[in-house]
């Protein structure tokens, strides 16, 4: 009878945690979990990374190393007869003084009544859960359960960490991957930091005939499917990604900007959602620095819209270099969000009555656009009279920058500042 050959990635699954590979903050000689261990501590854990970055290794090997039986589910095919099957066992174990980890793949997964119903055997000791997540915590999980868990971060594996992975491949196969460096290097860039990714690959080109020849970049790329970028339109790494292109703009890194850019675009983003975060970035952190940036920012939008893709993400790239290389002012964004405070705080005040419209005789009377100065007939057309409410200070809201056009700007609310003073208004 034929024997089955296990995958490549289970055959190097790490034996010990000094062997998992590229999360050295967590297990390597001063790692947290390897103090956490030494202390005989262990606590209930989420382990938030990437996938194929070793979240289930790691719970296997902790259990191992801590004497815990291990119990493993997946909150895509479990309900709530798996978990309270699963709770029931670990009670008999406890009784017969043996610990429990419960391992919960994809715990995000379960809805906020199942992940409740972890709190009072997480509490009472009954299991040491183990948690494994590829979204954000803070938002995927109940406060309650977050708050009896410790969080740990997994990082996508680097390089180095992926080149142990090949190296470990080579030696338990006793022959190199058929791969020249440049190919090689490529292999590792497809696999986009994960580990599981790199060693399914690795098996297929393993399976090639001996004597094949060192495959080429080019070559490689044909051989196997292209990866697609870790990206998910509605999940963390979208926000991710547009903050770090809104972050890079702002401190004017146009080369950084253009690759979050392709990163979005690659991913399967809308350009349209990029297109309007670019309308709001030209209007929040360059405003009247450069006015054009605006009309760049919707110029290329509307370009878009005409064009469509690919021919239209151009537009977009071009906002996009405008936009890094443009000064930068957050004065209007700032003036907006004081006069904002200012508008709540002051309540229903109503503008003087010299600025009011009088389009009725009784209002008139009243006194309605009495005294109102006409700024095209004074001096310098500029009246200098207060549009503030009666009762309000004037305040001053908006304070550009010495910043490319701002200091035009500024060398005019200057001298409009020095004739109201004049005039005494």
């Not at 034929?2 to 990635?9: G, Q, R, V």
């Not at 008139?364 to 057309?381: F, M, R, T």
Request: charged share 25%.
């Amino acid at each position: 009878m034929a024997h089955t050959i296990p995958p490549l990635a289970d055959r190097l699954r790490p034996s010990g945690l000094e062997d998992v590979v590229g999360q050295d903050h967590l297990v390597g000689p001063t790692g947290t979990l390897t103090r956490m261990l030494a202390r005989g501590s262990l606590a209930s854990l989420i382990l938030w990374g990437p996938p194929g970055v070793g979240k289930t290794t790691i719970a296997r090997l902790l259990a191992a190393q801590a004497g815990l039986e291990f119990t493993q589910l997946s909150a895509v095919f479990s309900g709530v007869a798996d978990l309270k099957k699963a709770f029931d066992a670990a009670r008999l174990r406890r009784a017969m003084g043996q610990g429990t980890m419960l391992f919960v793949d994809e715990i995000h997964r379960f809805n906020r009544a199942q992940q409740d119903g972890f709190l009072p055997v997480v509490e009472d000791g009954t299991v040491t859960l183990v948690g494994a997540t590829t979204e954000n915590p803070s938002f995927a999980l109940n406060g309650a359960l977050l708050s009896r868990c410790q969080v740990l971060v997994l990082r996508r594996l680097d390089d180095a960490a992926l080149e142990r992975l090949l190296a470990r491949a080579e030696t338990e196969a006793e022959r190199p991957l058929p791969l020249d460096e440049e190919a090689r290097a490529s292999l590792r860039a497809m696999a986009d930091g994960d580990g599981r990714y790199v060693l399914n690959m690795t098996e297929q080109l393993l399976a090639l005939p001996i004597d094949t020849t060192p495959l080429s970049g080019a070559e490689l790329s044909e051989l196997l499917a292209k990866r697609a970028a870790l990206y998910d339109k509605d999940r963390e790494e979208h926000y991710n990604l547009i903050s770090a292109l809104h972050k890079s703009l702002r401190g004017s890194d146009a080369d950084a900007a253009l690759y979050w850019l392709a990163r979005m675009l690659t991913g399967g983003e809308d350009p349209r959602y990029i297109a309007r975060r670019l309308v709001r970035f030209a209007s929040e952190d360059i405003g009247m620095a450069d006015p054009n940036a605006l009309v760049q920012a919707m110029t290329a939008w509307e370009t878009y819209e005409r064009l469509g893709s690919p021919e239209g993400e151009l537009a977009i790239a071009q906002a996009v270099v405008y936009l890094g290389t443009a000064p930068k002012s957050n004065a209007l964004y700032v003036a907006l969000g004081e006069a904002n405070r200012a508008a709540r705080a002051t309540g229903s005040l109503t503008p003087p009555m010299h600025i009011l419209n009088a389009p009725t005789r009784l209002m008139k009377d009243l006194g309605y656009g009495s005294g109102y100065a006409y700024d095209h007939e004074a001096e310098d057309g500029f009246s200098g009279q207060n549009y503030f409410p009666d009762g309000m200070k004037r305040a001053q809201f908006y304070r550009p920058q010495e910043r490319g056009f701002e200091r035009e700007m500024l060398k005019r609310l200057a001298y409009w500042d020095r004739l109201r003073r004049e005039r005494g208004a």
